[in-house]
């Protein structure tokens, strides 16, 4: 292998023309920045600002299916939310409180454990409930139920509630979360799909117990 | 270019020609530095780079097993932990390398702030800084989530909650951060991007840019009092210092650079040997609410801000603190491009790397030991002592009941033991009489629930009957002021307390 001579030639002929013809790099830099005829640079130059220009229109017309593929689970609430079923209405005794749990009804396959969602059924009486979002309404942490005290109690920042949801202690400005519930055929329905947030629950309002548009939808 | 001799630097050669790199690498190499910044201070930069390659490296390796999936994640690394061979290991250092790298980051920052480093003309290296500080802090995070496990998920929820008390927009933000309407398999793969590709981009980016900087612009010389920063006169004083009183680059000061990095990476190595690698805890199902939920290491101090904060001051300070601290920290250099570096003439610079550092630590050992949060078992964990029953009444002894039944115990510790959130009540008697402690009991307030509807009478006057007992030895209970008149007016002989040590606060 002839590696030194091909150093040798490569080191030495750095400014003469190689033997190929073409000149070396440095003497074409030479020509493409020489500023000797003004309209050839000009026209490069328009050339190239076309260039740019049709880059730019390209990369502003593929920004959009881009932007609006990013944006995509930006949705309406009531797109998430559908109403789904926690079982009979038997399995919830009047007078206590008990842990329900459903398939979240907006799933991807690959969600595993995550979309089991838990909430909260209160049975006040045999046609009353109250459905209460597992999340503190501080900063979202799962709340534990306390039949012995009736409360909530938040092991994060130690939020505390009653037993009908409203505020006890703790950092929370309001009560817990609340589902719209409905009884179809003897089974307790909700209307659920998201995480109850402030932004999509925060209204202090508290809507009519299973009737009417609830705004505190999870 | 070198003598043509010997294989070895034939090859050299060969790739030199082509790549033409002596060049620029020498003088980056060999460009002088003032001699003072051959110092072990200024080994911290370097140190940061290093662990950046090792958390590439590293996060490569763990990639070959990891499964970004929801449903997948979390076996995957229990796999990696156990079945493997060293997988384990890989995580270890993986972890380590990230706590020891936002440390260093940490402590890189305070010392380019202590040596005025920001300066003109170095502003925009330090605002690089500050984003790669972000940028590492954001590393720290979506890897938390990437360890998909309990904490991962209940602090994807935190971060929903915050995000969801932007106004006007906070709903489709929360949508947006979690890829859809709850935590799922599309809050993983999204946290997964922005840690695998989005972030460690920008940050190589960045790092490298803040690097190149570092190179062109000099490295920062050692501060003396007295010697100012002027824009007219600056680049000329500094490079009459670096040509006068100065040193290659390498390897006069690289060596410290080298032989901390190295250390560094050995203290990784070690710490993830020994200590092995962070979790994963419980499994990712929120069905299971039997959890408590904490961050990692260095969130640990918002954490603790955020259960400090009073409710109505929250929201705004959630949304705008950071906002406002990151504004500082890009203003800085602007505000502050001339005058003096060294810190025995910036007495303020002191203070504020002091208060942040003690203000950090403080917040930071709270987030360890959660005094605000309730003791979820301690009602049914927690046993009271003997002590306090010892020749108890029937009635104490079903007021102690009642104390643990009732959950009294997941806040108010007694014996050492149960939640921190209410005050200690071994000695509640004295500072309370039994007429304040059922007021209290019945109504709550100041941050306690009411217990009027939950507990019946009998209950209410077996649990005050308890707490009334709750007091040293040598220290009487406290009585009704109105009481204490009658008795000490009528009382025949001394007391031996001085009615003022058992008085009611």
């Known amino acids: 292998m002839d590696l030194t001579n091909d150093e040798h030639r490569l080191t030495q002929n750095q400014d003469a023309p190689t033997p190929t013809g073409i000149p070396p790099l440095n003497e074409l830099a030479r020509h493409a920045t020489s500023g000797e005829d003004d309209r050839v640079v000009s026209r490069r130059w328009l050339l190239m600002k076309a260039g740019i220009a049709l880059n730019g229109l390209v990369g502003l017309a593929l920004a959009v299916p881009v932007v609006r593929y990013i944006f995509a689970p930006w949705r309406k609430d009531s797109s998430y939310e559908s109403w789904i079923s926690l079982g009979a209405v038997k399995s919830f005794p009047a007078g206590e409180t008990r842990l329900a749990l459903f398939k979240n009804p907006f799933t991807r396959s690959w969600d595993g454990p995550t979309d089991n969602v838990a909430c909260y059924v209160r049975r006040e009486e045999a046609d009353k409930f109250q459905v209460f979002a597992i999340n503190c309404a501080h900063l979202g942490c799962p709340v534990r139920w306390f039949p012995q005290s009736q409360l909530f109690m938040c092991p994060c920042h130690g939020g505390v509630y009653y037993a009908d949801g409203s505020r006890a202690s703790g950092p929370p400005t309001r009560g817990l979360f609340t589902y719209d519930w409905k009884v179809v055929s003897n089974e307790l329905h909700i209307d659920a799909g998201q995480m109850p947030t402030l932004s999509n629950s925060a209204k202090l309002e508290k809507p009519e117990i299973g009737e009417g548009d609830c705004t505190c939808r999870g | ?505």
Not at chain 2, 27 to 48: C, D, I, K, M, Q
Not at chain 2, 344 to 352: D, E, Q, T
Not at chain 2, 370 to 396: C, E, N, Q, Y
């Open chain 2, 1 to 505: 270019m070198p003598r043509v001799n010997g294989t070895g630097q034939r090859i050299y050669a060969w790739f030199e020609r082509r790549l033409q790199l002596e060049g620029p690498v020498k003088e980056a190499a060999l460009h002088p530095v003032p001699r003072n910044t051959a110092s072990w201070w200024y080994v911290f930069g370097s140190a940061a780079f290093t662990l950046l390659f090792l958390q590439i490296i590293t996060g490569i390796l763990l990639a070959l097993i990891y499964v970004p999936s929801a449903a997948h994640a979390w076996d995957s690394l229990n796999v990696l932990n156990h079945q493997v061979p060293l997988g384990w290991y890989i995580r270890a250092l993986h972890g380590w390398g990230s706590n020891f790298m936002v440390a260093i980051v940490l402590i890189h920052m305070a010392q380019v702030f202590l040596f005025g480093a920001y300066k003109f003309p170095r502003e925009l290296t330090w605002i690089l800084g500050v984003f790669l500080l972000l940028m590492t802090l954001g590393m720290a995070f979506t890897g938390q989530v990437l360890r998909f496990d309990q904490d991962a998920y209940w602090g994807l929820g935190i971060g929903a909650s915050i995000m969801g008390r932007v106004p006007f927009i906070g709903g489709g933000l929360v949508h947006l951060l979690l890829g859809g309407p709850i935590i799922a398999g599309a809050t993983l793969s999204r946290f997964f991007t922005l840690h695998v590709f989005v972030i460690p981009g920008l940050l190589l980016l960045f790092a490298l840019t803040h690097v190149w900087m570092v190179l062109k612009l000099g490295v920062n010389e050692w501060p003396m009092p007295g010697r100012v920063v002027r824009r007219a006169t600056y680049v000329e004083e500094y490079n009459k210092l670096a040509h006068e009183d100065g040193i290659p680059f390498v390897p006069g000061a690289f060596w410290k650079d080298l032989v901390f990095s190295g250390a560094v990476i050995a203290a990784v190595a070690v710490c993830a040997l020994i200590m092995g690698p962070f979790g994963p805890g419980g499994q990712p199902d929120p069905s299971i609410i039997q959890t408590v939920p904490k961050p990692d290491f260095f969130f640990l101090w918002i954490y603790a801000v955020l259960s400090y904060l009073p409710p109505a001051l929250e929201t705004p300070f959630i949304l705008i603190a950071p906002i406002i601290g990151i504004a500082i920290l890009l203003a800085l250099p602007f505000y502050a491009a001339e005058g003096e570096k060294s810190w025995h003439r910036r007495p303020v610079a002191v203070l504020v790397v002091s208060f942040v550092a003690v203000a950090w630590g403080s917040f930071t050992q709270l987030g360890t030991v959660t005094p605000w949060s309730p003791h979820m078992s301690a009602w049914s964990a927690d046993a009271i002592p003997a002590k306090f029953l010892r020749g108890a009444s029937p009635l104490v002894r079903q007021g102690a009941n009642v104390f643990q039944d009732k959950q009294c115990r997941n806040c108010h510790a007694v014996g050492g033991l149960g939640g921190q959130r209410g005050p200690a009540l071994d000695d509640i008697a004295t500072r309370m009489t039994p007429d304040e402690l059922r007021f209290k009991v019945v109504t709550g307030g100041g941050n306690m629930p009411a217990f009027g509807k939950n507990l019946s009478p009998a209950e209410i006057e077996a649990l005050v009957a308890f707490l009334d007992t709750l007091h040293p030895p040598n220290q009487r209970p406290a009585v009704n002021p109105v009481n204490e008149v009658y008795t000490s007016t009528h009382a025949s002989g001394g007391e031996d307390i001085p009615a003022a040590q058992g008085a009611p606060r």
